[in-house]
């Protein structure tokens, strides 16, 4: 896709490109390089997301009055870009890019006064309260209950599969309030204290040995009801809001880009880059190219104040089938230099490893570290957010009316 910028978009890359250069620390390079996760840890997270604060640019998407950045379509775009090709790490979508979009959209003047401030400072870090154990992509079929007892409501129930649960102090769940109607009705959006007695969680540790996700118990939770966000009962409306900020809210394009060019890099210095691998990687290029042009143009529309809607299913499905097939072309470029995680540290859930920090004994390029556990972390892409199959029932009816 080619692109003409103005001078001063031109200007204003060069200004990005400069504070990156400045701000990124060799240790939140290194650190975003070897991540498998979409998540970072929380101390990285906060750390980049304090120096993204204090220059104004930690939530460019937000209403300028909230926080957020009075830019172009274009600038928007430029960020993207060159976030990407900096090697930055992402911050935790969960505040910023759900919680917060949630609250602007359909919170109370008081409850956006209260948190926005806290997500942009760090001081809520936040949790998705939403899959059961017999409700994930089947969502509407959840039953953790809150019932109205005073001014609190009293929560009972389970949430599963819930990223960074043990680390978040607040998490935006969704709760039945009424079970007499159709599934999606009786449902309230609710934001919940992590620190409330009642409140446990456990680990669940993946197949690569990381403990990134959670199951997340509820036993006589008290949450008072200034905490529903929108009104009682209609919570699935805030929900679908937030999941299209959540399906259609990451740019894969750029990242996807700069993951395939140094794949290439790795490749060439391996003395692997023959024919056929050079033409998989330009595939997958021409593909991450296309994305990246569509999330432009969804860029564009929701500059004008509009919402992913549809267009959210259509990138959450290509860009984690896409971001899978690129962690198959790093297994075969790796080969023999793959190296399983190793547990940094173990807990009563088992062992637990947050990130690979150490290559002490490895046979190849630093690069390849992660390259394992990353392929296996990426099998959930295409489930979380909503199973890419259900994504294509959403266009199938929506967009086909089918």
């Known amino acids: 896709m080619n692109l003409t910028f103005s001078p001063a978009e031109e200007s204003f890359r060069d200004e990005v490109r400069t504070f990156l250069s400045e701000a990124l620390t060799p240790d939140l390079k290194r650190y975003a390089s070897r991540m498998t996760s979409v998540y970072a840890q929380k101390d990285v997270a906060l750390e980049w997301q304090a120096i993204l604060v204090e220059k104004g640019w930690a939530a460019p998407s937000w209403p300028v009055e909230y926080g957020g950045c009075d830019w172009s379509v274009a600038q928007h775009y430029i960020f993207d870009i060159e976030m990407a090709k900096s090697g930055a790490p992402p911050l ?28 942009l400072s760090g001081e809520d870090f936040w949790c998705q309260g939403y899959s059961e154990p017999h409700a994930g992509s089947d969502l509407a079929a959840l039953t953790m209950s809150a019932e109205a007892d005073g001014d609190d409501f009293i929560c009972n129930g389970s949430k599963i599969w819930t990223t960074h649960a043990h680390e978040a102090n607040m998490m935006f769940c969704l709760v039945r309030t009424d079970a007499s109607g159709k599934p999606q009705q009786g449902i309230t959006f609710l934001l919940i204290d992590m620190t409330t007695p009642g409140v446990r969680v456990d680990p669940i540790i993946m197949l690569s040995g990381e403990h990134i996700q959670n199951a997340v118990f509820f036993d006589d939770v008290r949450v008072p009801k200034a905490n529903v966000v929108g009104e009682v009962d209609k919570g699935w409306t805030v929900a679908k809001y937030l999941l299209e900020f959540e399906r259609g809210g990451s740019s894969y394009g750029p990242r996807l880009l700069q993951r395939l060019g140094a794949l290439r890099r790795v490749a060439k210095d391996l003395g692997r880059l023959d024919a056929a691998l050079n033409a998989r990687i330009s595939a997958a290029e021409i593909e991450a190219g296309a994305l990246e042009a569509a999330e432009l143009m969804m860029m564009s529309e929701l500059a004008g104040g509009g919402t992913p809607g549809l267009k959210a299913s259509m990138m ?24 399983p995680f190793q547990p940094e540290h173990t807990s009563p859930g088992g062992p637990v490893v947050t990130h690979h920090s150490s290559n002490q004994g490895l046979v190849g390029p630093d690069s390849l570290v992660t390259v394992a556990a990353k392929y296996l972390n990426d099998r959930a892409g295409s489930i979380y957010a909503g199973s890419n199959e259900i994504q294509r029932n959403i266009l199938s009816k929506g967009q086909l009316g089918l």
């Open 92 to 119: 935790s979508p969960m505040g910023i890019g759900m919680c917060g979009p949630a609250l602007i959209g359909h919170g109370s003047e008081a409850q956006k006064a209260h948190y926005l401030p806290r997500i």
């Open 316 to 339: 959450k499905i290509k860009g984690t089938e896409l971001s899978q097939h690129v962690t198959e072309i790093a297994l075969d470029i790796a080969g023999a230099h793959v190296e």
